[in-house]
């Protein structure tokens, strides 16, 4: 098993499957702290820098809403303009002096392998939150979990699983990490479902079957949607060249409810790493699935708090002391 630590969460070919595990589980002890059931003040003092260079809503608000959930101070800075970046300065530069105001940093950028460049600097442990079309780990630890969750609900695991990838596999970032993390399970059916254009790069292919996992690619949602997983992605327009490059791809596999009871099983689990783009052009994941009761995307996002406080508790090297620092909830938790 890997030492978490101390160490930056960068990519996750830095995970065996024993790492893995650990990250689930420690994630799984946060479920009370989440829900409000009790208070864990273990971070009390710890300071997290959240920098964001490329929009996001899920992965900036769960990355600092994880830390308070801990005790932690939580300080952000959002896009390049608002920091000395664009003054010229080197990630190298800004990683030395950031890290000597923090506990813990975690940063998006849209540059591949800008962040690991920022880690160099850093003398503090650095978390992922996407770099560019290259990876997503804390995504794909929370796709994983969720997976899980979903599964044993049908009294599965991640071994064995039928998982369709499906939309922007090229540019999308949470695909890449999730199949290199599927490559630590056993004997796993991957459809690739996209424009041939789109579809998932060689490395991350040859990732899958070198795992010895089979892998199916296709531009076809007939006959390929009969799966325990379909995992719908957004056509990631901000890595095309230009708008009309990314608008003649939007719209071709809509997953809707007549799609999906045309072509999935009746316990298929929908997921997607969000945002859906909702426009009309677009509609990837079509509202009417919202009361389908295996439409698992805000469950998901939900998890994504679970994976990050455990990742912080596994840097931070507190993760077996969460139970000494917990306290009541005093207010009103839920309507
Ligand atoms: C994804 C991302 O930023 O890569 N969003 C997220 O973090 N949940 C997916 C996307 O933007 O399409």
Redo the contacts with the bound molecule.
């Keep these: 098993m890997m030492k978490f630590q101390g160490s930056d969460i960068l990519s996750v070919s830095q995970f065996d499957r024993e790492s893995v595990s650990r990250i689930l589980q420690v994630a799984q002890a946060m479920i009370p702290y989440a829900n409000r059931q009790k208070r864990c003040y273990v971070l009390e003092g710890a300071i997290l820098n959240n920098l964001f260079f490329?929009?996001?809503?899920?992965?900036r608000i769960s990355f600092g809403t994880a830390f308070q959930l801990l005790g932690g101070f939580v300080h952000e800075t959002v896009g390049q303009e608002s920091s000395s970046l664009s003054k010229g300065e080197s990630l190298f530069d800004t990683a030395k002096v950031i890290s000597g105001y923090s506990d813990v940093i975690t940063m998006?950028h849209p540059e591949m392998h800008s962040v690991s460049d920022f880690a160099k600097g850093s003398t503090v442990p650095v978390i992922n939150?996407?770099d560019g079309a290259n990876e997503?780990p804390t995504?794909a630890l929370l796709d994983l979990f969720t997976i899980r969750a979903e599964m044993s609900r049908f009294g599965k695991g991640i071994d064995n699983l039928n998982i369709v990838l499906m939309g922007?596999l090229k540019h999308?970032?949470?695909v890449h990490s999730l199949s290199r993390l599927l490559s630590l399970y056993k004997n796993v059916h991957v459809t690739l479902l996209a424009p041939q254009p789109l579809q998932m790069p060689q490395y991350i292919v040859d990732v899958l079957t070198d795992a010895g996992h089979q892998v199916t690619i296709t531009d076809t949602m007939a006959g390929n949607l009969k799966s325990d997983v379909v995992y719908q992605?957004?056509i990631?327009q901000e890595r095309f060249s230009t708008l009309a490059e990314a608008d003649k791809y939007r719209g071709h596999f809509s997953l809707n409810k007549t799609v999906y009871q045309q072509f999935c099983q009746d316990h298929t689990v929908i997921m997607h790493?969000?945002?859906r783009d909702s426009r009309p052009e677009a509609n990837e994941l079509d509202v009417d699935l919202n009361d389908n009761t295996n439409l698992a995307i805000f469950r998901q996002?939900q998890n994504?708090v679970l994976v990050r406080m455990a990742l912080f508790a596994l840097t931070l090297g507190v993760d077996e002391k969460l139970t000494q620092f917990e306290k009541p909830v005093t207010w009103f938790t839920n309507k």
């Design positions: 490329e929009p996001s809503t899920r992965t998006r939150g996407g997503h995504q922007d999308g970032r949470t992605t957004r990631q790493p969000l945002p996002a994504g």
